[in-house]
């Protein structure tokens, strides 16, 4: 299999943001979290800044999905506060933040399966680009961008598992976020779409966008990340590199496990 080789990205068309350098994040503060009375998040807390991948991950019931829900807007917190860059987003439903710059891609395939490549594409871009030229000109970015020009008219439902996520990010783009939330995005593909997924993802740093990553395969998900959270009952147990991660204590005890490598 030969790699798609992306493209450099345009400049994307600006959001209106004043917003000072060092405010540049989308962050979660002090998370507070419970269902049914049971307690499921307790103060925690992450931040992303653009231009890194960052992971949130931990074991089965720590409150990483409910972390990542709540910061896309599918869950509501019950205490603490959302912000994106800057701005509090916290009780802002998920299309409004979506407006704002905070985009999701769910671990379902969210591709419109009657539509062909470009029209997916530019069914999302329509929405955000008003100017009907100015959508045109997105949409035929994006299909360079992505290597899918020569995809063009192919049916969603003929694509291969590595196309479909390239069309769903490309997708993604087209509403020109600031930040993506990529969940489950290694879940049951084969060996040569985790490589896609790790190209892909390094590609959307270069084009300066902060990623949020959950999974559950922490071994791939180490591997295109830049820092990951730790999550354990509810808390943030650890923050740090994947080799700081994979080389705590405490991390390979409660997670990963002793004989984990890298």
Partial sequence: MSTV????????????????????????????????????????SIEVIPGEAVGLLGPNGAGKTTTFYIVT????????????????????PMHRRARLGIGYL????????????????????????PDRRSCEERVEMLLAEFGLLHLRRSPALALSGGERRRVEIARALASNPRYLLLDEPLAGIDPITVAE??????????????VLVTDHNVRDALEIIDRAYILHDGTVLRE?????????????RVYLGDGFRL
């Fill in 240 to 252: 740090g590199t994947p080799a700081e991660i994979v080389a705590d204590p405490m991390v390979r």
């Fill in 106 to 129: 769910p671990q379902e395939a969210s591709i419109f399966r009657g539509l062909d490549v470009e029209n997916n594409i530019r069914a999302i871009a329509e929405l955000h680009t």
């Fill in 73 to 92: 807007g599918l869950v509501a917190a019950d205490s603490g506060r959302v912000l994106l860059d800057g701005r509090d987003v916290t009780r802002l």
């Fill in 197 to 210: 997924i790790r190209h892909l993802v390094a590609h959307l740093k270069d084009r300066g966008l902060g």
């Fill in 5 to 44: 080789t992306l493209e450099q990205p345009r400049a994307a068309p600006s959001r209106s943001d004043p917003t000072p350098g060092h405010h540049r994040r989308l962050a979660a503060e002090r998370i507070g979290k419970s269902f049914r009375g049971r307690r499921v998040l307790r103060d925690v």
